[in-house]
């Protein structure tokens, strides 16, 4: 049970905080308002592809079912519902038992798969989270965990050993002309969370977040995936061994508190209510014609209480209260539903300012309308059903929607689950203190980034002033040769015949040696650009001259004197005859692979497959087939 607590007195605080604190760690915390702001993107998010945004499942194991829900983040602030399912717990499959850990294992096997880039968000239970809302006095952020910290340790009396704490800041405000700040802090047994997550752990998969109904439908109007109307909500969640009533302002949680009335209390007023209520029939009597015993255990009530939801099955003549009307069942677990409704009113008398303008009836019997217009009306505020598979919502498309409004409103929770996110959704698992740590590292980063944007900014500066540097020389360069263009030198022709004699020369000399040793060069390129599985069955070349007309050439070029006419281009070409092996699919692209590969040659000028086909080859007693190839290389 939760209440708003206040720190009567700034100064017993402060001096707590003096004194007590000097043991705590002193390094600055970063925390910061989650709601109702937008989670803030991180320096590195422009960086993080779109496929990477991650998978949640939401995973509700109920009483009598296992709720499954998956959604995917298509954008930001935008989600989608990939799939759900409801799969009802075997009969005397108790928790903490290897049957009902195969179970999980099971279900969740076929819903997750591997669990790979999977988020996975589980409940804990309600009753073993103490959620509390304090007020501090404002005080500079280094102080702010202490002064947390030591006001939740006098309100909760927890140990840190056995205990699990952590907290959200909400918001400051002015008290009385005192500066304040609103804190929403809850504790949880340390053992307890271990054992839900050992439960997943024996199942397979690892949890991502573990949190508690309250916050998983604070998911649903922190994500605008049901409206607020900017109105202050009422959950109402009725169970089997009590109620809980959580207060939502703007989409924040404000408020949680426990109510002992719940299904079982509705059970002791219809087993109280029943014998007054029973109307004996001829099937009522004995053989000797006395009456039956018109009691009902709290079994049979309970039964008799879920006949209401339209989505049950219905009695049969064999259960007890069969023939009683809805209106004679809803009469006598009344008196329980009106001690319900006046301790959720003052719950509403505590608000303080706040009016709740609406309330959502979840839990048993959530499709029971009656039971659901009763409590609004007792209220005097309007009263529905949660619903997020509403088709209305503009998340739910693609899938099919529950048969029931029971299913859909039993998936409530399961969907805020699946909307979960660090940033917005308290989590036992990451807690404060994981969250520092992780502000520390996204500092460190930050530092880097900036080191490195420094680096650039410097090597983008050295850049500009070397390209400075280089346009001067150009300058001068430029000048110079301008005061050489205007310089009259005597050119000595005998020098100028000499010098190009030499060059015809040593061009003359350099053309004899490349024809000398092309075939050699020839076969020395073939050999290093064919791979292993291309093989040679003939190759033909081409390297000689044109009769006649290449050797008058070169003794006019020997003498000195200009030919006639210009010589020919010498015909060169090789031709390849060969194979190529490997996979059937594989062996046109072996082919084009090797072309281009020898189209990059500088010694070749153009390569051409002239034919090419698959041809069976039997080689060494072992059949197969390969790529037989007739290649055309102009050098």
């Not at 800041?169 to 054992?195: C, H």
Request: glycine content about 6%.
């Amino acid at each position: 049970m939760a209440s708003n607590r206040e720190i009567s007195s700034t100064e017993k605080l402060l001096n707590v905080i003096r004194g007590k604190a000097k043991a705590a760690p002193k390094e600055e915390p970063s925390y910061k308002p989650v709601a109702p702001k937008k989670k803030k993107a991180s320096p590195f998010s422009s960086l993080a592809p779109a496929f990477q945004r991650p998978v949640t499942i939401g995973v509700d194991i109920g009483h009598q079912a296992l709720q499954l829900v998956k959604v995917e983040e298509t954008a930001a602030d935008q989600w989608r519902i990939i799939d759900f399912r409801r799969v009802p717990v075997p009969p005397a499959t108790a928790r903490g038992t290897r049957e009902f850990t195969g179970f999980l294992k099971s279900e969740l096997g076929k819903f997750c798969g591997p669990g790979k880039g999977l988020q996975i968000w589980s409940l804990m239970s309600s009753s073993k989270v103490d959620v509390r809302f304090i007020k501090i006095p404002r005080v500079p952020r280094k102080q702010l965990e202490n002064a947390i910290y030591w006001t939740a340790k006098r309100e909760l009396s927890f140990e840190d050993m056995d205990t699990i704490l952590d907290f959200e800041i909400l918001n400051d405000l002015v008290e009385q002309g005192v500066k304040k700040t609103s804190v929403m802090v809850y504790t949880a047994p340390r053992r307890e969370v271990e054992a839900v997550v050992e439960l997943f752990t024996d199942a397979g998969y690892q949890l991502s977040g573990l949190t508690i109904a309250s916050f998983a439908v604070q998911n649903l109007f922190r994500t605008k995936w049901m409206p607020t109307y900017g109105e202050t909500l009422a959950g109402l969640y009725i169970g089997r061994d009590g109620a809980r009533i959580d207060i939502y302002s703007r989409g924040s949680l404000i408020l949680t508190r426990d109510i002992k009335t719940g299904m079982n209390s509705m059970v002791e007023s219809l087993v109280e209510n029943y014998t007054d209520r029973r109307r004996p029939s001829a099937r009522d009597l004995r053989w000797g014609g006395a009456p039956m015993d018109f009691t009902i255990t709290p079994s049979q009530a309970h039964k008799l209480i879920m006949s209401l939801d339209p989505d049950a099955p219905a009695l049969t003549p064999d259960d007890a209260g069969h023939d009683f009307s809805e209106e004679d069942i809803f009469d006598m677990v009344r008196p329980a539903l009106d001690r319900l409704v006046r301790q959720v009113e003052r719950t509403f008398a505590n608000l303080g300012g706040e009016k709740v303008s609406r309330v959502y009836i979840s839990g048993v019997v959530n499709a029971y309308r009656p039971l659901i217009h009763y409590i609004g009306e007792q209220l005097g505020i309007e009263s529905g059903v949660m619903d997020p598979m509403d088709p209305s919502i503009p998340y739910l498309s693609g899938y099919t929607e529950p048969a029931t409004a029971s299913e859909k409103a039993s998936l409530a929770v399961a969907v805020g689950l699946a909307l979960s996110d660090n940033v917005r959704t308290p989590n036992l698992l990451f807690t404060y203190k994981e969250k520092e740590k992780m502000a520390t590292v996204s500092r460190v980063n930050r530092a880097i980034l900036l080191s490195l944007a420094g680096i650039i900014i410097t090597g983008l500066t050295v850049f500009a002033w070397q390209e400075r540097m280089a346009s001067k020389k150009k300058e001068a360069v430029a000048e110079l040769n301008q005061q050489l263009s205007s310089l009259n030198l005597m050119v000595d022709t005998k020098l100028v015949l000499q010098m190009a004699a030499k060059d015809r020369e040593e061009r003359r000399l350099k053309k004899e040696y490349g024809e000398r040793y092309l075939g050699m060069a020839v076969l020395s390129e073939l050999s290093a650009l064919t791979p292993e599985n291309v093989r040679f069955l003939k190759v033909r070349t081409s390297l000689g001259k044109p009769e006649g007309k290449a050797a008058p050439a070169a003794r006019a070029a020997e003498k000195g004197a200009a030919p006639a006419k210009p010589a020919e281009a010498a015909v060169k070409s090789l031709e390849i005859d060969g194979i190529v092996t490997g996979e059937r699919n594989m062996l046109e692209g072996y082919l084009s692979s090797y072309v281009l590969r020898l189209k990059g040659s500088p010694l070749v000028k153009e390569a051409t497959v002239q034919r090419s086909v698959v041809e069976a080859l039997q080689q060494n007693k072992a059949e197969g087939e390969v790529l037989h190839f007739v290649l055309n290389i102009k050098l």
